[in-house]
């Protein structure tokens, strides 16, 4: 017999390595001869977008497109030192880090600007197309190329550096401010288990984040669409299957993780809740998007057949066996 | 870091046999190659020649002749996936044909490779069994057919004599009021080694009369076999739901006593009637799709 089911998950995380380890990102800043804007730092692209999202930070403060940003990453020989892509931490870390970088290095053509133009302080400017422009007079304006040409070697360069906030626990009291920031999520899914068989499939499912500000909304997406199939593998699939020490699952033949096929359509709803420490309010993603999955598949698993599992992967087997014991 | 020293690529089937004379017993046929090469980067084969018959166009087809269709041992699962002979009551061989692994190992993957490396998990066989399919086997002294079941030995082991190969498949066309239904229970839905897979051939008037049933599971036994027990509790009676719960309870019976004592006996013996279930479903609805059209 066929029997459906509701469950919900819900979880909150904290981001950053945390617990008081120093959680630091740099980056750095410069205009080139040619008036290019480069941004070096040492974060990694591993798949989850961060070399589009990070670039687009020093290009809204800059007011070019994302694309003409020259964005050195992950090269220890070019960049400084960002920390490891983990901890859900690059966007937050290094956003900020990228952040400082290009708006010291705004002011800095700023007050250039005005000094070849002989500019008043007051007189506001805005950042267009590789120039700085004089609001309400786009006749006084100068081009970075032309800053560049009339600055000496290493004036229109600026290195910054971020730390997040983060203190140790008192392991007595258990009091302390270990993360900094936290993020926000549910997971709703719906199963119809196979009494018969204890198979399962996920027949709905919604997937909700906070994300602080969506800087890529569609890079969000994705990051949710696999954070649900890695945590569904999680749930139903992915076993070591150690015995007395020994991996017996070594190989993807034995350890399953999902398919295309098994993929589920997910229904995504993006939370944005801006964080005022963050880089224009964002915070990542990356873990956060997994952890209320299971949960909820669990939960619905009870919904549909009144057993509690509490040993994943829920396999066929465990389940048959738990809903023969019930009855 | 193989033991290969030579490698063939006949173009016809003398020059198929001749390549095996001349190899002998250090000959190994590859169609698809999705098991021969796993089992060489293993190190579990050491066959000194490969025979390549993956272009051999004479063993790959799909053909009905006098009543029967035949398929070539050449023949791709895709091949069958795509064929529209086994879109109405042969739906059955098409379900297990596409339940072989991925694309990929659909397209490269033949009938006849599934059927003579003698996996008790080989999707494609519980449905020719369910068919009662005969093999015709070609060496030089010519052909040479059996029940596909005879042709089994064991795990890995089918009949064939050196110097002969399996050559194409052949079974009865279905007339209306009979339909094929297959059911596999794997761990995910692709890619993934069968648990269980269940085939039911059924023969059913318009009274409900079983005239004929034929019952083969994979996965549950040495090879994949046929349920001649479960076939008996059906076969000439009136189908209702109490006789196929009969039949799935007697199910149970026939798994646990073959499977006592392995690890998993207490899964495949609830397991199976549910598959069993679906797959006989499948069948019934087939043939009475027919039946309708018949009055029609």
């Given at each position: 017999?066929?029997k459906?089911g509701?469950?919900i ?7 950053g ?38 670039a687009q ?18 090269d220890?020989k ?20 990228m952040?400082m970088?290009?708006e ?13 133009l002989?500019?008043s ?5 805005v950042?267009?197309?590789?120039e700085?422009?004089?609001e ?10 032309q ?10 360069e ?8 983060t ?7 258990g009091?302390?401010?270990?993360y ?35 800087v890529?909304p ?9 954070g ?15 015995v ?18 098994d ?28 952890i209320p999955?299971?949960?909820a ?20 087997e ?10 | 870091m ?7 690529k ?23 190659g999705t ?8 190190g579990?084969l ?13 063993m790959?087809?799909i ?7 035949q ?7 895709s ?18 044909a596409?339940?072989v ?10 009938l006849?490779?599934n ?9 494609t ?5 369910a ?10 002294k ?16 089918v009949?064939?004599v ?8 052949e079974?009865?066309?279905m ?5 094929l239904?297959f ?6 839905k692709?890619?993934?080694i069968s ?14 009369m ?12 040495p ?26 309870i007697k ?21 199976i ?11 019934i609805?087939?043939a009475?799709e ?6 029609q």
């Amino acid at each position: 017999m066929k029997k459906t089911g509701k469950g919900i998950g819900i979880m909150f995380y904290g981001t950053g390595y945390g617990n008081g380890y120093p959680d630091i990102s740099r980056a750095k800043a410069k205009i080139d001869t040619d008036g290019r804007f480069t941004i070096s730092s040492g974060a990694c692209e591993v798949g989850q977008g961060a070399k589009t999202s990070l670039a687009q930070i020093p290009a809204e403060i800059l007011g070019i497109l994302t694309k003409e940003v020259i964005f050195d990453h992950e090269d220890t020989k070019t960049t400084l030192d960002a920390g490891t892509c983990a901890a859900s931490r690059q966007t937050y870390n290094t956003g900020n880090a990228m952040k400082m970088a290009s708006e010291s290095l705004k002011r800095i053509l700023e007050s250039k600007a005005r000094e070849i133009l002989n500019l008043s302080e007051e007189e506001p400017l805005v950042f267009d197309n590789h120039e700085v422009i004089v609001e309400g007079d786009p006749s006084k304006r100068i081009s970075f190329k032309q800053i560049a040409n009339t600055a000496d070697v290493g004036d229109l360069e600026v290195v910054e550096i971020f730390q997040a906030v983060t203190t140790k626990m008192n392991e007595e009291t258990g009091e302390g401010n270990p993360y900094w920031p936290y993020t926000f999520g549910a997971c709703g899914v719906e199963v119809v288990v196979d009494t018969e068989t204890g198979t399962l499939d996920i027949s709905k499912a919604i997937l909700v984040q906070d994300v602080g500000r969506a800087v890529n909304p569609k890079l969000i997406e994705g990051q949710m669409d696999g954070g649900f199939a890695m945590a569904q593998g999680y749930a139903l699939l992915e076993d070591l299957n150690i015995v007395k020490g020994e991996i017996k699952h070594h190989n993807f033949t034995k350890y399953l993780i999902p398919t295309a096929l098994d993929a589920v359509e997910v229904k995504k709803i993006i939370v944005e809740d801006p964080e005022s420490s963050a880089p224009f309010g964002a915070k990542g993603i990356g873990e956060p998007v997994m952890i209320p999955v299971a949960p909820a598949i669990l939960n619905a698993i009870y919904d549909a057949v009144g057993v509690r599992i509490t040993e994943i992967p829920v396999t066929p087997e465990k389940l048959l066996k738990a809903i023969k014991e019930v009855g | 870091m193989y033991d290969i020293e030579k490698t063939y690529k006949p173009r016809s089937i003398s020059s198929l046999l001749d390549a095996m004379e001349e190899t002998g017993q250090e000959g190994k046929i590859i169609a698809g190659g999705t098991d021969v090469v796993v089992k060489l980067r293993d190190g579990a084969l050491t066959s000194k020649a490969l025979i390549d018959i993956s272009g051999l166009k004479e063993m790959q087809f799909i053909r009905e002749i006098e009543g029967k269709v035949q398929i070539g041992a050449g023949t791709t699962f895709s091949d069958i996936e795509e064929h529209d002979l086994f879109d109405g009551r042969l739906k059955g061989l098409k379900e297990g044909a596409m339940e072989v692994g991925s694309p990929q190992i659909r397209n490269a993957g033949t009938l006849g490779g599934n059927i003579c490396n003698a996996s008790p998990a080989a999707d494609t066989v519980p449905p020719l069994l369910a068919l009662d399919t005969t093999v015709v086997l070609c060496s030089k002294k010519g052909l040479r057919s059996m029940k596909l079941e005879e042709f089994f030995l064991g795990k890995g082991k089918v009949d064939l004599v050196p110097g002969e190969f399996l050559y194409y498949i052949e079974f009865e066309q279905m007339t209306r009021e009979q339909g094929l239904g297959f059911e596999k229970l794997g761990p995910r839905k692709a890619l993934a080694i069968s648990k269980i897979c269940t085939a039911v051939f059924i023969d059913l008037d318009q009274d409900l009369m079983i005239n004929n049933i034929r019952i083969a599971n994979g996965s549950l036994g040495p090879n994949s076999l046929r349920e001649r027990e479960v076939e008996n509790i059906l076969k000439g009676e009136k189908l209702t739901e109490a006789l196929k719960e009969k039949a799935q309870i007697k199910f149970k019976e026939v798994i646990n006593r073959r499977l006592k004592g392995r690890r998993d006996v207490d899964f495949k013996e609830e397991a199976i009637r549910g598959i069993f279930r679906e797959a006989l479903e499948k069948s019934i609805e087939r043939a009475m799709e027919k039946s309708k059209e018949g009055i029609q």
